[in-house]
């Protein structure tokens, strides 16, 4: 396991020396200008398997649909999660999927490296712009004009916003198009979106009404994360106590996570399931999502309810919620009381 590790060490540091030096600037500052209508292939670049990641790209895969309605949409990604978030995404043609762990699957991600060879694209776009695998999957394309994410930088001055993971690729897509004939879009970023339809939405209604005072308005808390963004038992324990002395006329119900855990010893009403688009659509049915930065937090955002982000090790303005109401705040400087404001003021945009 360990020469396994060191492997993919030494892998990613020869592939992130090589990716650096794959840049658009030089292949795409004479290219012409883009005839909008002509835009019928897209390809999306981020190999990366986390939820939290995949869900963050559903903001740029909205904001291509909206400027190129009559486009098909590729996705290039690690794992299965994909077919799950983009499964009601019209536009989505094909999800061309790389194993997680490609020494054990060496095969699958061969094929899925050739595949991106099978077709002509009209425009490629690499999400992340310090993604080795997504320079090279970009670079590696047959198409006229390839968007690697580092080209443009003026967005950065007019968009306070701009360092944000899922807002970023949008702004900077929107800067180079427009230098090549096609408008600026002036809009909001579109917020992140799995599209529940209406069906999932009230079927997980009724597995909620199983736990609560269908007259009162619901809690959803998210206790778990992972390494050294999950809170203590300690921290969350108080923070429960205060929530049901805040709102003893709410139900406060806790989200658990796939290891089956609670940081409050399982004192609330508990859902457990393994199927994001139920845990979604779960979510979807209460009124406020409290929970550490964590891929679950961005399926609450996702499923379009308010969302209170807790953050105390990773950036805010890189993964906070936004849209919505959502707010992040910073636990290391932030009070309970604090906490209990900002839970306030989005309940009272409910």
């Known amino acids: 396991m360990n020469i ?54 559903t903001p740029l895969v909205q904001e291509v649909t909206d400027t190129f309605p009559n486009c098909k949409i590729d996705l ?36 899925g490296w050739l595949a991106l060879k099978k077709k002509q694209y009209d425009l490629v776009i690499n999400v992340e712009k310090n993604s080795s695998s997504g320079r090279f999957s970009t670079n590696f394309t047959r198409s006229h004009y390839k968007f690697y994410g580092d080209e443009e930088t003026d967005f950065e001055l007019k968009y306070p916003d701009h ?15 427009a230098k090549r004939g096609i408008p600026n879009n002036k809009n909001l970023v579109p917020s992140l979106d799995i599209k529940l339809s209406p069906s999932e939405i009230a079927a997980a209604k009724l597995e909620l009404e199983k736990l ?21 038992e ?15 006329n709410y139900n406060i119900i806790e989200l658990l996570p796939v290891e089956n855990v609670s940081q409050i010893g399982f004192k609330a009403p508990s ?18 999502f409290v929970g550490a930065d964590s891929g679950m937090m961005h399926l609450a955002s996702a499923s379009k ?34 906490m209990i404001k900002a839970i306030n003021t989005i309940l009272s945009k409910n």
């Open 4 to 57: 396994l590790k060191n492997i993919n060490v030494i892998r990613r540091s020869l592939m992130q020396g090589v990716a650096k030096k794959i840049s658009g600037s030089s292949m795409n500052q004479n290219l012409k200008m883009i005839d909008k209508d002509n835009i019928k292939t897209v390809l999306i670049s981020r190999p990366n398997h986390r939820l939290g990641n995949q869900l963050l790209i």
């Open 76 to 111: 290039f990604v690690k794992g299965n999660i994909a077919p799950i978030i983009f499964e009601n995404y019209q536009n989505i043609d094909s999800i061309i999927k790389l194993p997680k762990k490609h020494f054990n699957d060496l095969l699958p991600y061969i094929k």
């Open 163 to 177: 360092k944000h993971i899922a807002k970023s690729p949008v702004y900077g897509l929107r800067s180079y198009l």
């Open 212 to 232: 609560i005072n269908k007259n009162k308005k619901t809690i959803c808390l998210f206790t778990f994360a992972t390494g050294e963004k999950c809170y203590s």
């Open 234 to 248: 300690i921290w969350w324990n108080a923070l429960y106590e205060r929530l049901k002395k805040e709102y003893d």
């Open 271 to 288: 859902f457990y399931s393994k199927d994001i688009r139920q845990i979604a659509s779960f979510i979807a049915n209460t009124d406020i």
């Open 305 to 338: 309810t308010p969302t209170l982000g807790l953050f105390s090790v990773t950036i805010i303005d890189k993964y906070e919620p936004y849209g919505n109401h959502s707010v992040a705040v910073d636990t290391n400087n932030t009070s309970t009381d604090d």
